[in-house]
């Protein structure tokens, strides 16, 4: 991302606040939404003489350690917290604090931005869709929304999904940062979003290319709704009950979050964390980033999205052809992506999820392929290996490596 400028937000009573968590977020590309890398993340080694670890105690103890690393760290978020799950068998890991106000410790139920996880929930609903016959993978935008981005009607919803459109990105446009900007806190529809770049060019020829998208996101989202005659919010409540039941999973259209909050915060060495919470409105990323979610949810999602209990045959197959790319930010070990979906090849072995970092948070959730052990991580701090503080590069490597020891943990 090439734009350095610096964004502020304003609360009720017109204090300038959040400037931090803009920044980052226009720095690193991302409103929740990736980094727009279209490289394959290499494997990540665990720390010296952690790479046999072969009993679940073992894998405990990397695991702590790991955890233990981040908020150790200057450049540390406030807390994490994992949870994962074997079968019937639940276990739950927190360091740090889930408000730094308050002090209270992060539990397993607290409401979190779950960012470009999104992009997994509107790859649920897309695919499902796609396997009750309402649309076709193959079907071009030209079918369904044929004035939405004249240059790209020659693109396919498959294509859309596993970031090979080569739809120009929105959050990268002049005119909606100036805007972010200018009123981070405001509504913007979805399709106001793709219109900041409905004439411009695409980025290369569609199917050609990989490259993380959001727009890419956004299009698939208004397709469903066209496709199902259903606004997106009774798309995701269908999602959640065919799910096993999301409670704590929403779409939220301004800046209020559920109870209770895990509290998201911009942290530079030497000062206190910035909250930010409450500073930009989840609508601005809508399908590809605005969901608010838990731990549990998360794990019980992916869990059925991944295990094959909202789809199956042709449109699984579909899915997992896989091509050389990493999801925003890269998760644990080696990343391909799919449709909606990322794999994963660790040293432990491979699961299949998405990641995502949003101003405040940065999450991961994964499942293995028979749905029966999954992963839910999250740190309350946007931190990736372009935020703009010291030590950052160094922080998103430890919360990559214990993604790769939590990965670990679930597989033993």
Not at 126 to 144: C, E, I
Not at 153 to 178: C, M, N, S, V, W
Not at 324 to 348: D, E, H, I, W
Request: glycine fraction near 14%.
């Amino acid at each position: 991302m090439s734009i350095i400028g610096v964004g502020r937000g304003r609360g009720r009573t017109g204090r300038v606040r959040g400037t931090g968590l803009i920044a980052a977020a226009v720095l690193a590309g991302s409103i929740g939404l990736g980094l727009g890398a279209g490289a394959v993340a290499g494997a990540d080694p665990g720390p010296p003489g952690e790479e046999t670890a072969t009993t679940s105690a073992q894998t405990g103890r990397q695991l702590n350690r790991a955890l233990d690393r981040i908020v150790a760290a200057k450049s540390g978020p406030p807390g994490v917290a994992v949870l994962i799950r074997r079968g019937n068998r639940e276990q739950f890991l927190r360091r740090g604090v889930a408000n730094v106000r308050t002090k209270a410790k992060p539990t397993r139920r607290l409401h979190t931005r779950i960012a470009s996880i999104a992009k997994a929930f509107n790859g649920g609903i897309v695919l499902s869709l796609a396997d009750q016959g309402k649309l076709s993978l193959n079907d071009r935008l030209g079918k369904w929304v044929p004035n939405l981005l004249p240059r790209a009607r020659r693109a396919t919803i498959g294509q859309l999904l596993q970031h090979t459109a080569g739809l120009p990105e929105y959050i990268h446009d002049k005119r909606f940062i100036d805007r972010l900007n200018a009123n981070p806190t405001r509504y913007m529809s979805p399709r106001k979003l793709v219109s900041f770049v409905r004439g411009k060019r695409l980025e290369f020829t569609p199917g050609s290319r990989y490259r993380y998208s959001d727009t890419d996101n956004i299009v698939a989202g208004i397709i469903a709704e066209k496709a199902s005659g259903m606004s997106y919010d009774r798309l995701l409540r269908r999602l959640g009950r065919r799910s096993g039941g999301l409670p704590g999973t929403s779409l939220p259209r301004t800046v209020r979050m559920p109870k209770p909050v895990l509290h998201g915060y911009y942290v530079e060495p030497g000062k206190v964390p910035e909250d930010g919470t409450h500073v930009m409105n989840p609508a601005l990323a809508w399908a590809s980033g605005g969901v608010v979610s838990t731990l549990p949810d998360l794990g019980r999602y992916f869990r059925a999205y991944v295990g094959g209990k909202l789809f199956g045959g042709r449109i699984l197959e579909a899915q997992r052809q896989w091509v050389k790319g990493s999801s925003g930010p890269p998760g644990p070990g080696v990343n391909s992506a799919g449709m909606s979906l990322f794999r994963y090849q660790t040293r432990c072995g491979t699961v299949f999820g998405h990641t995502g970092n949003y101003p405040g948070y940065r999450v991961f959730a994964a499942s293995t392929a028979d749905g029966r052990r999954s992963i839910a991580w999250v740190a309350n701090s946007q931190i990736t290996a372009q935020t703009p503080v010291p030590g950052a590069k160094r922080v998103s490597a430890l919360m990559r490596k214990s993604q790769v020891a939590a990965v670990c943990h679930a597989l033993r």
